[in-house]
């Protein structure tokens, strides 16, 4: 069992919609997430912490983490074609704090 | 300027041969990481370093080798490169914060093609 799973897409959405990104970790003690955003080709950056179970909103970008059920997900209100790039959840797994990530999930927001 | 740097950007190398990328920061950060990406398999940690005395093996250090020259400056050398050690190299940096809650931040990659 990987670490941190992601569904690998590419999931689709239309332009205005609500794109909806999951993720699992295995490792129970995990106290951080994190979700990246990568362009094709660029190096990814960070859009969203979470630290604490429940929801944690950024302007369009809404992330939800609930560790009894092991699972992060990632929101995005109003999906518009920029937001078209490959999603990473990471996850700081074990004692000497390593980020983990998963293999990415790629949007494809459509006009 | 940027805070990560890596240079070079793209190199084509030769199996067998040795080659060295380098991985600059401003950010005064302590910690520093190199990863590589593969297609499908996300990002992967190579080596990581807590401070200029400290370097640790991630999971896939077979074939690498680093020097923490100095806080800003970490480098990370295929001592004989082969053919599937070609992918996007990332180097990334980190402090630890308030909670033992950090980010990290990643230069802009070198891209690897070993012939």
């Known amino acids: 069992q990987k670490e941190v799973e992601q569904n690998s897409g590419p999931l689709s959405v239309p332009e205005g919609a609500i794109a909806s990104l999951n993720c699992t970790y295995s490792?129970?003690?995990?106290?951080?997430f994190f979700w990246y955003r990568q362009y094709s080709g660029k190096s990814p950056e960070l859009i969203m912490s979470i630290y604490s179970n429940g929801d944690k909103e950024d302007g369009r970008f809404t992330a939800q983490l609930n560790k009894a059920s092991q699972y992060v997900s990632l929101l995005i209100r109003d999906s518009q074609p920029s937001d078209s790039a490959t999603y990473l959840c990471a996850v700081i797994s074990g004692g000497y704090n390593k980020l983990i990530f998963g293999a990415g999930t790629r949007l494809a927001v459509h006009p | 300027d940027a805070d990560v740097t890596q240079t070079p950007r793209n190199r084509i190398t030769k199996t067998g041969k040795r080659i060295m990328l380098e991985c600059s920061q401003t950010k005064g950060h302590d910690r520093m990481y190199w990863y590589r990406q593969d297609p499908g398999l996300g990002l992967r940690l190579i080596y990581y370093s807590f401070d200029v005395k400290d370097i640790n093996k991630g999971e896939i250090s077979d074939g690498y080798s680093v020097s923490r020259q100095a806080q800003a400056k970490f480098s990370l050398s295929l001592e004989s490169a082969i053919p599937n050690q070609t992918a996007l190299y990332f180097c990334?940096?980190?402090?630890?914060?308030?909670?033992?809650?950090?980010?990290?931040?990643f230069g802009p990659g070198t891209r690897l093609l070993v012939l």
């Open positions: 990334a940096t980190s402090d630890l914060e308030t909670g033992a809650q950090e980010t990290q931040y």
């Open positions: 490792d129970r003690g995990s106290q951080s």
